[in-house]
């Protein structure tokens, strides 16, 4: 299993950025994120068939997962970006789990991480 994450990068409050993470198979997926000092959380998941997404309450609203099937990439659109969104976002694939899922044990593979820093 490889990841491959890209398109972090620096952006001031209230703007927006997208990060994507190509893989060489196509699985449950989630992006994580790890900011200093913090426990690494589960931002947002999505089902092998991108049909079924969730999302931590406190992205809601404001970040959407999405994927492409065709060429096995997933996608965060991360808009009203905030201070605290700052942190090192990480994809990773579930690969035994046939449904979407939250929690962070099933999440078995992980590609390395990119930066997202929110300037205020």
């Known amino acids: 299993v490889q990841l491959q994450a890209s398109g972090g990068g620096l952006v001031q409050a209230g703007e927006s950025l997208r990060i994507s993470c190509t893989a060489n198979?196509?699985?449950?997926m989630g992006w994580f994120r790890q900011a200093p000092g913090k426990e690494r959380e589960l931002v947002a998941a999505?089902?092998?068939?991108?049909?079924?997404?969730s999302y931590a309450d406190s992205v809601k609203g404001r970040f959407t997962i999405s994927r492409d099937t065709t060429h096995n990439t997933i996608y965060l659109q991360m808009n009203s970006l905030k201070p605290e969104d700052t942190a090192v976002y990480s994809c990773?694939?579930?690969?035994?789990?046939?449904?979407?899922?939250?929690?962070?044990?099933?999440?078995?593979?992980w590609g390395r991480g990119t930066q997202v820093t929110v300037s205020s």
């Open positions: 999505i089902s092998s068939g991108g049909g079924d997404t």
């Open positions: 990773a694939a579930a690969t035994r789990r046939a449904t979407i899922t939250t929690a962070r044990t099933a999440y078995q593979y």
């Open positions: 198979g196509r699985w449950v």
